[in-house]
């Protein structure tokens, strides 16, 4: 998969054991998300440690490693992203208190799938937006106080730089109103008079 | 495309080394479900259906120049298809199967090669319960064994075990193990507000009980549904420990699997269950005899229903109770009356219901034999498992105290007696049993002995005076010892008393164990 098309789509995980059903998820959500496959828990974690993960539609009864395994091993890591869990039940509750962010229940039809990957996209660009906006006006006060030549060597600078712009990217591919967000933000002049 | 290929059974597409595809079989067109006319020049990857990893139009990317073959799911036609993609001079052959069949068999064959190791695994796990049952001593090790061994494997996510509180309908955690989570915090709340859960369901009916999916299962409480949701648990099993028709407590078994419990599972448990009963039941038992810790209860007696109080109130005498023999179908009753004349005492009480028999053993010391009915004040307590350690009558009254194990219901044995007579519980204690070594009791007895009461006993006992016939006569016991035949007789008598005294625990102040 060519890497400029990873830019421009949320990045999405797939993960089921049976290939069959996570083969369809993956179809289904083909053009809104850049999709990657994986049939158990620990392919799942290798994926996650090698790429930033928008979006988690996770299988939750899986031999081996479970659902609930997966994500309690997020937990420890700095996964940032959105977990749905697809569930063989549906106990109608709603998901306030629950380890996941929503869930799914099987079988799966294609109009939900892509409505609540759209939403968990949405909500997580917005919050991603927000660490934006709070990380590139820390950029800014040092680029106002700090002069080019030994921002290069100012470490902290050189930290926030670089999270501020990783944020800005998914931010970017995870909300389609996230260019005029962004422009507002620019235009608003911070060093007064 | 030539009809010997147009005509075969397996899908053939003719397509350019770039990728074109110019011309489609019969068998090719029904797999891919593609019109022929309209896939004729379009580049193949639309004319074959998507799949996760997209080897057929990745294998066109640059002209093929090699064979590859590759088994790949097509999500929207829901078939598996073997493909090969062969190079030739300036075609490329791509033949196409359905091996759809073959993957859903053996997707069947690893469901059954599962279930059957699962059953082996269970199978396993309920022998190892009931081998560690058997070890199992006391209830905590009862309930430790059970939670341990069944919450502790991959099978299953967490047990509990639940004890009934005695003399209630309540339901007190006692033991747990493995990932409890928010569900059993859940299930505690509900015990506490007595809520209908599966496991209070399992002690009420006293047959094992499934749930499963629990998260969508109405007989389930909604706080404990969404914690077991929020934990991904699927199903549980509540196991009624049983005895008989008693139900002691229950075993609540969670799992994240879907549909785990069958009525094959069921009934292997429900033995777990019965197992777990039994010993339960065994230790409770014991406990009397093994305990040391005991529950002293006084009761206070004023109902001259009861013969002894009657007796007692009707010559103004004192009755106290010097031992009592509880194994004979008649339990056996010794006491000392003082303050009147024991004949009168045993012409009273011999006159009512409740003695099956009476005579007086001592008419000078006041000793008093009286066989117990069941329904007197004694023989109530005798026959609910009590120890009655000291039982004193006089003109006001009785007062009783009596010994029971802390695993028995206090309150059934105190209802017993208290229905019956106008009975009441003055005091209530529990206390460490003493203990006694066997050196403290030699220790004791020898204190108690002359030394001529022991060497006299030593020497008889070694000369097998005691046995059966005798091997040495009193004449010869005592012409070692260099004493008269009667006087060695009377040694042995009085050490003999002390030595049962002693023994049956009877007081120093005891009539019976005083003398020389």
Known sequence: MAEDTTTSLPVALVVDDEKEVA?????????ICDVETVYNGPSALEVLSEKTVDLMLLDRHMPGMSGDEVLEELNNRDYDGRVVMVTAIDPGFDVLDMPFDDYLCKPVDREDIREVIGHQSTILGYKLLGEYFSAESKRQVITAEVDAERRADHDEYQRIATHARQLEQRARRLIDESPDLLAEFDAVDREGR | MDEQFERAPVGILEVDPTGTVRAV???????????????????????FPMSVEASVSQAFETPPEERLSVEEFYPDLDRWFEVTVVPADDTVFVYVRDVTDRHRLEQTLTQREADITRLTVINELISDVLAALVEASTREEIAETICTRLGETELYDFAWLGERELGTDDIAVRAASGA???TLDNIESALGTGE???????????????VQPVGANDSVPTSIRRAAFADGLQSMLAIPLTYGSTVYGVVGLYTSEQDAFSSRERASFGTVGEMAGFAVNATRHQSVLLSDRVVELRLRITDRADPLVAAAAEHEASLSVDGLVPETETPLCYLTVDGAEPADVVESLAATEMIESIRVVDGTGGSVEVGLGGDSLLGR??????????????????????????????RRLADGVTRGFDAEVAAKRERDEEIVTPQAFRDRLSNRLTERQESA???AYLADYFESPRESTAEEVAGALDITGPTLLHHLRAGQRKLLAEFFDLHEDHPRSQGQ
């Not at chain 1, 083969?23 to 053009?31: I, K, N, Q, T």
């Not at chain 2, 350690?389 to 206090?410: K, N, Q, R, Y």
């Open chain 2, 25 to 47: 079989n019969e068998s090719a067109d029904t797999l891919l479900e593609v019109g022929s006319a309209a896939v004729v020049d379009e580049p193949i990857g639309s004319v």
């Open chain 2, 457 to 459: 006993l030593r020497t």
């Open chain 2, 180 to 182: 409890t989570g928010r």
């Open chain 2, 381 to 410: 307590l005798l026959s609910r498992g009590g120890t009655v350690t000291s039982a004193t009558f006089d003109s006001s009254g009785g007062t009783v105290t009596v010994d029971i194990s802390p695993e028995e219901d206090l």
């Open chain 2, 196 to 210: 209908d859960i599966p496991e209070a369901r399992a002690v009420n009916t006293g047959q094992p009980e499934i």
């Open chain 1, 23 to 31: 083969d369809a998820y993956a179809l289904r959500l083909r053009g």
